[in-house]
């Protein structure tokens, strides 16, 4: 079977964006029709993302959670997109869309670790999208070049509040989870490029 690639043609339904994706060698994501390639992450962006999930508990407070990493994919029906958050964490049960087990619509907390090349549409539109879904709670954001992060906690009135966490001595604490890890945990084994 031949895969189309993303400049084959204009627009794809999402039907036939989830068939090319099975077969695709790469990972691409969905955005109203037209499929974009994702890039490649580094090491320090890998590592970073593994070490959160590998620190998330299955079980807290007798609350189950799912964590995951990479692969699977998010459908924001509102926003017409599938995408790759590198790690979801999801309360309770997972809700698919429709029957396949490869893509999840309700995270309750998302965390992207920020490159060049895509960390200002991970401020501004991604996180648009993110917000329109009713599960969602908190979103991570997280450098990979020097111990900082920002933490969106939404409130009760539909506000979003923000933090930012400094320094390798500082911890994170997750606002609708009972989770903390420090950043020195989270950042482990990465070394940071000399400026």
Known sequence: MTIATPTEKAYYTPEEYLELEK???????????????KAGGTTNHNQIAGNFYRAFPLSI???DYYTYIN??????????I???????????????QSDNTTVVTNP?????????????????????AYRSLA???EYILISQSSYYLEQFSKQNNEEW???????????????????????????????FANG
Not at 87 to 96: G, H, K, R, S, V
Not at 109 to 128: A, G, M, P, Q, W
């Open 82 to 96: 599938y995408t790759y958050p590198d790690l979801m964490i999801i309360e309770d049960q997972p809700a698919y």
């Open 161 to 191: 509040l923000f933090k930012s966490i400094e320094g390798e001595n500082n911890i994170l604490s997750l606002t609708t989870i009972d989770f903390s890890i420090p950043l020195g945990n989270l950042y482990q084994r990465i070394v």
């Open 23 to 37: 077969n695709s060698p790469t990972k691409n994501e969905y955005f109203n029709g037209e499929i974009i390639p």
């Open 61 to 63: 407070n007798n609350r």
């Open 135 to 137: 599960s969602f709670q």
């Open 71 to 80: 692969d699977v994919k998010l459908w924001i029906e509102d926003c017409g």
């Open 108 to 128: 309750k907390v998302i965390v992207e670790v920020l490159s060049d090349s895509t960390k200002n549409y991970d401020h501004t539109d991604k996180f648009r």
